[in-house]
């Protein structure tokens, strides 16, 4: 069911860059232009995501004689937890200007391992600690410009 | 003869020979700490090496792969669960050797096949690629476009599983790299109107997001902590060594040459050499029946196998900027970011740098014993290493060297998105490995296409009216043909066979 599912995904991923490709400009002087390659790229997502949804098309006939496609609890709880690191990244995104590259990678870090039971003082001394270390490696020794945020009043 | 001096006093000297300690040390790590790969721990070194010369920057990737290739054995044979997917072919008989209380004599025969496979592969990257680099000078747009498609296409047709996925897979990658301003006319693509997109997606962050953030993800997606060590030992690491060595040295000759070769082939790395050499030598085997029971033999092909891998994808990456797996996908960015365009010239260029790379390869491979040899004495430290807290720290160094690159958020997004989706697709079976070659040569294939049609006013027959160019148009004619070949002799030969029904 996934992968018929994917195989659609990939065909309307095709169209839409066919039709993205289409809007390039063409030169006169050249015979193929910059919309060749990714007219090309568009017709190959929808001829794979078209075989692949075809090739598992037997799935749905399953669904249809009485099978339900259904995620089970353990599963959706898992996939959940799965975009953790995704969120994590987000936040850093959103609050490292102001709160500085420092603090948001120790409350990312913090968070992340009490998400997996690890004993609150050990992860947040180990959060601390590495945070530090990372934000010492990037912007003192290899002179990264990481945002200092909050961490700026003390110069 | 100056060159070689050159190449030596570039690698002997403090920093360089500091760097490849700290890279083997870290290789050990990442290889042995399960669920961390070889490819994640380059990808992840890739912003450091981006602040260092280029002979130290080369060195640490090379004994950072060599040595996480190795140590993938250590989780494999101890727990089940191999360190890096280069050991999973043999993991099962590792493991059931060290049920037996053989652990360290299998580690150690490991560690020995490693680096006999390891400089097997080096001493063909050394005599091979500068004569092919001689072949490879008479290449001009018409070569390279058949030479990016045939790297593509070997991509898909060596990937395990759904040939339909892998070729998904590719196209994610050929995407990505028609990002930005298009060569011939300037036009910007796919932009979205960030400045940032406009010089294209640097493939570092995707490299990070393909293959260290995926694998987070997958981790807090299961429950798996890994941390039991069953297996007790009561051998010693080298003893043994002689006597399997002795009876198995027709294994460890095939599975190094059989793993040059598929590390040279664009698209394959160290995981399926080890699979294919495993196969073989189980084919060939006296004792097909021990297979799966614990039996050296199989590990003796394999392991040297996934190491002369490493070597060999060398080969093609250095010679014609085809990468031969993933890691050299990283490398060719790397050699592009040091001023060291891969290529032909890059052997003709002299300055001692080509030396360096190749002295560096050999002592990466003779430090893999003193510190493989630490490493399985101290096995317990690595494997035992808590992952719940270590792959928040990953994460964090994931953000940095993304943002490190050119100091900018939009790279980070990159990674978050490139990430995600490679989670997605690596998680219903697509291959990762056509993706980043997509990435890395699709840029190569895509401006060769256009410059040979400039030259010939765009007669796609002028792609083979040069022999080498229809050679080479031939055999990727050939690679796309060759399942329906393969399937109507198969149909052809069973069709004898095959019950008659009345």
Redesign the interface.
């Known amino acids: 069911m996934k992968d018929f599912l994917l195989g659609l995904a990939f065909m309307a991923a095709g169209a839409i860059v066919y039709l993205v490709a289409q809007q390039f400009p063409t030169m006169p002087s050249l015979q193929y232009g910059p919309s060749l390659f990714p007219s090309l790229i568009g017709g190959g997502f929808m001829i794979g995501g078209l075989i692949l949804a075809i090739s598992h098309v037997g799935a749905l006939k399953g669904i249809g004689h009485g099978m339900t496609w259904r995620m089970e609890r353990e599963q959706l709880r898992n996939t959940l937890l799965s975009l953790l690191p995704a969120l994590a990244i987000v936040f850093y995104i959103l609050t490292s200007e102001w709160l500085g590259a420092l603090l948001s990678l120790a409350l990312v870090m913090f968070v992340l391992m009490l998400a997996r039971r690890t004993p609150p003082l050990l992860a947040l001394g180990v959060s601390l600690v590495a945070a530090l270390i990372v934000d010492l490696l990037f912007s003192r020794y290899l002179l990264i410009p990481l945002p200092e945020g909050l961490m700026s009043i003390w110069g | 003869m100056d060159a070689f001096l050159q190449g030596l006093a570039l690698v002997f000297n403090f920093q360089t020979l500091l760097v490849i300690a700290g890279a083997a040390i870290f290789g050990v790590f990442v290889g042995a700490v399960p669920g961390l790969t070889a490819t994640m721990a380059v990808a992840l070194l890739v912003?450091?090496t981006?602040?260092m010369d280029p002979t130290p920057a080369i060195a640490a990737i090379v004994t950072t792969s060599a040595m996480a290739i190795f140590a993938g054995d250590i989780p494999g044979t101890y727990l089940n669960i191999p360190g890096t997917p280069a050991s999973a072919a043999y993991v099962g008989e590792s493991h059931q050797l060290a049920r037996q209380g053989r652990a360290r004599e299998t580690l150690g025969t490991n560690l020995v096949c490693s680096m006999f496979g390891g400089l097997f592969g080096t001493l063909v990257l050394v005599f091979v690629s500068p004569s092919l680099a001689e072949v490879a000078l008479k290449f001009s747009s018409f070569e390279y476009f058949w030479l990016a498609l045939l790297g593509l296409s070997c991509s898909i047709f060596i990937s395990i599983g759904?040939k339909?996925?892998a070729?998904?897979s590719l196209?994610v990658g050929?995407?990505l790299s028609?990002v930005g301003l298009?060569m011939?006319?300037g036009?910007p693509?796919?932009t979205f109107g960030i400045p940032d997109l406009m010089a294209g997606v640097n493939f570092i962050p995707v490299m990070i997001g393909m293959f260290a953030?995926n694998e987070?993800?997958?981790f807090?997606?299961?429950?798996n902590e890994g941390r039991n060590v069953p297996a007790v030992h009561k051998d010693e690491v080298f003893s043994s060594v002689p006597k399997h060595l002795k009876r198995y040295w027709r294994n460890l000759l095939r599975g190094s040459s059989t793993g040059t070769l598929i590390g040279a082939l664009p698209g394959a790395g160290a995981d399926i050499a080890a699979w294919i050499s495993y196969a073989m030598g189980k084919s060939r085997s006296k004792n097909r029946d021990a297979y799966g029971t614990g039996h050296i033999e199989g590990i003796v092909d394999a392991s040297s196998a996934n190491n002369s891998g490493i070597s060999g994808a060398w080969v093609p990456a250095l010679v014609f900027g085809i990468p031969g797996d993933s890691i050299t996908a990283i490398v060719i960015g790397v050699l592009y970011m040091k001023g060291m365009n891969p290529g032909p010239t890059i052997f003709m260029d002299g300055g001692g740098l080509i030396y360096a790379l190749f002295i560096v390869f050999f002592i990466a491979n003779l430090i893999m014993l003193p510190i493989g040899y630490i490493a399985i004495r101290s096995a317990k430290v690595f494997i035992l290493t808590?992952r719940?807290?270590l792959?928040?720290?990953i994460?964090?160094?994931?953000?940095?060297g993304a943002?490190?690159i050119n100091?900018t958020?939009t790279d980070?997004?990159i990674?978050?998105i490139t990430?995600?989706v490679a989670?997605?697709l690596a998680r219903?079976d697509f291959p990762m490995a056509p993706a980043i070659l997509g990435l890395v040569l699709?840029g190569t294939?895509?401006n060769n296409?256009?410059s040979s049609?400039?030259k010939s006013?765009?007669d796609l027959l002028s792609f083979f009216s040069r022999p080498i160019s229809a050679s080479l148009g031939a055999m990727v004619i050939l690679i796309w043909f060759l399942p329906l070949f393969i399937r109507l002799y198969r149909r052809y030969r069973g069709a004898p066979q095959s019950p008659r029904t009345p």
């Open positions: 912003p450091i981006f602040y759904s339909t996925k070729f998904l196209l050929l995407l028609t298009d011939m006319s036009a693509r796919f953030l987070l993800m997958m807090y997606g299961s429950r808590p719940k807290i792959m928040p720290i994460l964090c160094f994931c953000i940095v943002f490190a100091n958020i980070v997004w990674m978050l990430g995600s989670f997605i219903n699709g294939l895509e296409f256009m049609m400039l006013n765009g």
